[in-house]
């Protein structure tokens, strides 16, 4: 597989040959479509500065697509896939210029039904699930990305989100139903995966076809309440959310646990927050509510806040301080934070209570520079505190000193401070992507240098 993309090439004859679609050459333009959030890391930002691609293309349709997949093969122009652009690793920065396909044009739903849906790639998450709300159900899962993030953009670059504490990560099996990818090829043409095969290009980050429809599974809509409770003690809310989230005759969508100061950056939810406490932001069915004064009082809590799912749409969404939002709303107040992202160990019954022994050593060891951000989800069929901890940052060393510090004490870290896929969440490609790589983009055109098997291969 030829793996470097020319670096030259005709601009004018390119752009002659995608006549009929969408293109921006406007440089300001095209530069603030050839990024993403990878600006949270302070690590990227000189690494990635200057990268940019040569145009922009926006394609209405399949059709379109596949004339732009022929135009770039035909004068082999490096290709990178974007959506919204609010992934965090520079997935969507071209390494190498080119052209940028922006999806975000597709935006049709061809149907709805109960329990799985099919939306073309620009399809906004916030979109589908209204949709299949008007039936009875909702999406399984999303990032506090929600309102903007496109559904492609989530199965390329996406893990999991709100949602995950009933349904696993995205790449899971089952969370993903079918998806319909457009080749790099000579002669362009549509696969449609279905099944295990999905998983070729689940979380691919763009190097795998160009990704024009998803097939996904629905959840049954649940009335989802919104609730902020605070704690005096950062470890009684880490129990408080264990707790919960192991009562599995509670339907949850959403367990975040922050500890102080980290509340103080959600300007909107201060004053249900006092200065000093630790607070856990939750989404639960409201026929779930009746049980949770209880355990808040179990563990020595007391709710703030309570929106019912009626005023769900109105005002303030607790959703959007999870997450990653976390981060974007600390580093509102403090550009100098960056984050990490963590899975603890999940509970094994020979060591229960395990994860949150750990949880709370390393909250004590590295204090106010690390930052205990807590989102509980299921990981192969058990509950894990999953972190996206708020950084003090000083330097690279200091930052890969604190990363091996938890990987040597058993936390899993996805890198954020990488574009190399290897080096982030994946460590290692699976060989099945790699096989399909090699038929899908012969040439190696799909968003270049992002991964170190790719380039040495």
């Not at 330097?395 to 000193?401: D, I």
């Amino acid at each position: 597989m030829t793996t470097t993309p020319v670096k030259s090439f005709d601009l004018d004859a390119l752009t002659a040959s995608l006549e009929g679609i969408e293109t921006i050459t406007e440089p300001t333009q095209v530069a603030k479509l050839s990024q993403d959030y990878h600006t949270f890391s302070p690590v990227l930002v000189p690494k990635l500065e200057g990268k940019v691609g040569d145009l922009v293309v926006r394609p209405a349709n399949q059709q379109e697509v596949l004339k732009v997949a022929a135009a770039c093969v035909k004068h082999r122009v490096p290709v990178t896939v974007r959506g919204a652009g609010t992934g965090n690793y520079g997935q969507c920065v071209p390494l190498h210029g080119g052209v940028i396909i922006d999806m975000t044009r597709m935006q049709e739903i061809p149907w709805v039904k109960p329990g799985v849906a099919r939306v073309e790639a620009g399809v906004k998450l916030a979109a589908l699930d209204k949709k299949a709300r008007e039936i009875g159900w909702e999406m399984r899962m999303a990032p506090s990305t929600y309102r903007t993030a496109t559904i492609a953009g989530f199965v390329a670059g996406g893990s999991g989100g709100i949602g995950s504490i009933q349904y696993g990560l995205l790449g899971d099996r089952g969370n993903l139903l079918a998806l319909q990818v457009v080749t790099m090829e000579d002669e362009p043409r549509v696969i449609e995966l279905r099944g295990d095969d999905v998983q070729k290009v689940n979380h691919a980050w763009g190097i795998n076809g160009i990704i024009t429809e998803v097939e996904i599974p629905l959840g049954p809509a649940y009335p989802w309440a919104e609730v902020i409770v605070t704690f005096p003690e950062f470890m009684a809310a880490a129990s408080f959310g264990q707790a919960l989230a192991n009562a599995d005759g509670m339907i949850k969508k959403e367990i975040s646990i922050f500890a102080s100061p980290i509340p103080q950056y959600f300007a909107p939810l201060r004053e249900y927050i006092p200065d000093g406490t630790h607070a856990a932001l939750l989404m639960l069915a409201e026929p779930s509510l009746e049980f949770l004064p209880g355990l808040v009082q179990q563990y020595g809590g007391k709710i703030t806040y309570q929106k019912p799912a009626i005023d769900a749409a109105k005002g303030t969404h607790l959703g959007e301080f999870t997450w990653n939002h976390t981060t974007l709303h600390a580093r509102t107040v403090d550009t100098s934070i960056t984050y990490l992202q963590s899975i603890f160990p999940a509970n094994v019954e020979t060591k229960p209570g395990a994860s949150l022994q750990l949880v709370e050593q390393l909250y004590h060891h590295f204090g106010d520079e690390v930052m205990m951000h807590l989102e509980f989800i299921r990981v192969n069929g058990a509950i894990a505190p999953a972190a996206l901890q708020l950084v003090r940052y000083s330097t690279e060393e200091r930052l890969n000193e604190i990363i091996r510090y938890h990987e040597e004490r058993g936390v899993f870290i996805a890198n954020p401070h990488t574009y190399i896929i290897e080096d982030g969440g994946r460590k290692v490609i699976d060989p099945e992507q790699l096989k399909f790589k090699e038929m899908v983009d012969p040439y190696g055109l799909m968003n270049p240098g992002k991964s170190k098997v790719l380039e040495f291969k």
